[in-house]
């Protein structure tokens, strides 16, 4: 079956009672025993609902992957991949991702014991030379937010199976509409549902699809003990969203493209990043490992000072500036004080994230009026 039909029919059947075609919102905190132990399947809110049943299979199927379990949040995906550790454990992760997930691996885990070692994933020979005995879990993101850079899958989970570690790949900036890490080797493939898959920014929801039937149940036992599970409405509304996650892709792709083209061009316009260009330097893996570029763009002006950024960012009208990503509309925003202020600035220049950086989620409003937005804003630079 075609991700063009997995969408819309993968996991997914009219309720057997109604003949609904849409999923209902099973509004509910417990069910009905028959006697102690005898129920049709669920008995508490926390533990199982019907509508997350159908989002998890249906995002399995996308992935191509066995189970899917879904989190209030993409940061409660990643706190229950990291409870899968024990104290003294490392993780090895790219020096290029996002704040959120830096601020929890520094902040929360790091007291407890877990040790993070961060480094240049784009070279598997860095993920190699980073090898202890204690490594037991491997985390890249590609393309990589900010900056667009490109991890071989591939490689990076051969290094990690060589010693046993769980390879997790954060695939929200792609979608499984561009890219299927399991079939590079992935263990565990987390989603910020609330970007792409969701896609009209009016939910926030995290997931994970998995194949191991073992570390499905470790996860499950996570995700329904510790309670960071999505309530039914936000289940329904990420499956609404998901029916149109090919052609909503389609446009990102298409109008990221002519928008990175065109600011690569422009005078005012420095560093462009985006792995479609032949010159990107993953630009090679990319192609091996997706179906195409996506609409995340991250530049700098020519001039490279943080008051110019400002004079741009304040000057948009379709690119709205706010937090997040992969909504319909265009969002602008600033990662060193937005999404990434949490990344202390030291350790962000020392992975090439500038203070100057922009970053564009390009969505799918009609190509030239967002160039005209981007003009307007570039002019008064």
């Not at 407890?112 to 985390?139: C, E, N, S």
């Not at 389609?250 to 990043?273: D, Y």
């Not at 260009?277 to 997706?290: D, L, N, P, R, T």
């Amino acid at each position: 079956m075609h991700i063009e039909t997995k969408v819309l029919h993968a996991g997914i059947h009219p309720d057997p009672s109604t003949g609904a075609i849409m999923t209902p919102i099973f509004q509910t905190s417990t069910y009905v025993q028959a006697a102690p132990g005898e129920h049709k399947g669920y008995e508490y809110g926390r533990t199982q609902n019907p509508t997350r049943d159908v989002l998890q299979q249906n995002l399995a199927a996308l992935e191509g992957m066995n189970h899917g379990l879904c989190f209030s949040t993409g940061m409660g995906a990643v706190d229950a991949c990291v409870k899968l550790l024990q104290p003294g454990d490392e993780v090895i992760s790219t020096n290029d991702l996002y704040g959120g997930t830096y601020r929890i691996f520094t902040k929360v885990f790091e007291p407890y014991g877990i040790h993070f070692k961060f480094v240049d994933m784009t070279q598997p020979d860095a993920v190699k030379a980073a090898l202890t005995p204690r490594t037991k879990m491997i985390w890249a993101e590609t393309p990589t937010n900010p900056l667009l850079r490109i991890i071989d899958i591939e490689a990076v989970a051969a290094i990690g199976h060589s010693v046993g570690a769980i390879v997790v790949v954060d695939n929200t900036f792609a979608s499984p509409y561009l890219q299927n890490p399991a079939l590079f080797g992935a263990d565990i493939v987390m989603h910020s549902a609330t970007k792409y898959l969701n896609g009209h920014s009016d939910v926030v929801l995290g997931a994970l699809c998995v194949n191991d039937d073992a570390l499905c149940a470790r996860l499950a036992f996570i995700q329904n003990s510790c309670g960071a599970t999505p309530g039914p409405q936000d289940c329904f509304l990420v499956l609404r969203g998901i029916k149109t996650l090919h052609v909503r892709m389609q446009r990102h792709c298409e109008n990221g493209e002519k928008i990175a083209h065109w600011l690569k061009q422009h005078p005012k316009v420095g560093e462009v990043h985006w792995p479609g260009f032949e010159s990107h330097a993953g630009h090679a893996v990319a192609k091996k490992q997706m179906r195409g570029f996506g609409g995340m763009i991250s530049f700098t002006l020519k001039d490279d000072s943080v008051q110019s950024a400002m004079n741009f960012l304040k000057n948009t009208h379709l690119f709205s500036l706010a937090e997040s990503l992969g909504g319909v509309e265009s969002l602008v925003g600033h990662p060193a004080t937005m999404t990434h202020a949490s990344i202390p600035k030291a350790q962000r220049e020392a992975s090439g994230l500038k203070d100057s950086l922009i970053r564009l989620s390009v969505g799918i409003e009609h190509i030239d009026d967002l160039i005209g937005d981007l003009e307007t804003a570039l002019a008064a630079v």
